[in-house]
């Protein structure tokens, strides 16, 4: 398995870049900020590497940073999110936007990134909320100093407060969350409340 590779930026492309390591080009998979912090080609460099093994392809992502890396890794381990829509949010959100994002349960600004509708975004807050503390997000960020409530959009929030609402009336949280997020994306982004307890409410009826 390749862990990093030091070498010649040979030829930047969107969404990657060709690294040249001893004469032999390893095609690599970025995220445009990785791709932003690599010196002019040909300039030498560096690159963490994470290698996915599938049946039909070894496949090379390249980072700038291990903090990116380990978002990267955390990201890739929700389900619906493989390697491309992580690079995406990481194209789209440092570490530290994504970690107040995540924090602030801010699915408009992780809908930003392509492949991110709704009803994965309220999965990513619903998973990864509560392990933004023990991720890498570099300077200036403090878990600890953020204001959930005040922090969200009042669309967001009523999300936010019908997950929390079914919660407390006994539905286990996963079950919740895919409810609501299937009402979301039905009655649209402006939905209040209680429209969205209600129809949630008859998602999760026994049929």
Sequence with gaps: MIGKLRGTLDTPFDGGCIFDVNG?????????RTLAALPQAPAIGALLVET???EDAIILYGFADASERDWFRLLTAIQGVGPKVALALLSTLAPADLARALMAGD??????APGVGAKLAIRLISELRDRVG?????PGFSPNTMTVAAQLPPADRAVAEAISALTNLGWKRPEAV???ARVAERLGEDAALEPLIREALKELAPR
């Excluded at 032999?24 to 445009?32: E, K, N, P």
């Excluded at 699915?107 to 930003?112: P, V």
């Design 107 to 112: 699915k408009g600004s992780l809908s930003r």
């Design 178 to 180: 895919a409810a609501v």
């Design 24 to 32: 032999v080009g390893y095609l690599v998979a970025c995220s445009a």
């Design 52 to 54: 996915v093994v599938r």
């Design 134 to 138: 023990a991720m890498p997000t570099g």
